[in-house]
């Protein structure tokens, strides 16, 4: 689902898992938002932005 809500931040690896592109800096507004809307989806609560 995370991938779905922010493509720009994660992508699937060939066994199915999420991981996070790049160092995972929120670097404009659309990361940001991208990643709220990860968080706000993810069934395993394992995504959080932190400050």
Do not use: K, N, S, Y
């Not at 991938?3 to 404009?28: I, S």
């Amino acid at each position: 689902m995370c991938v779905t809500q922010a493509p720009l931040l994660v992508d699937v690896d060939e066994l199915g898992f999420a991981f996070v592109l790049g160092d995972g800096e929120l670097r404009t507004p659309e990361h940001l938002e991208q990643a709220e809307r990860a968080v706000a989806c993810c069934p395993e609560q394992a995504i959080q932005v932190e400050d």
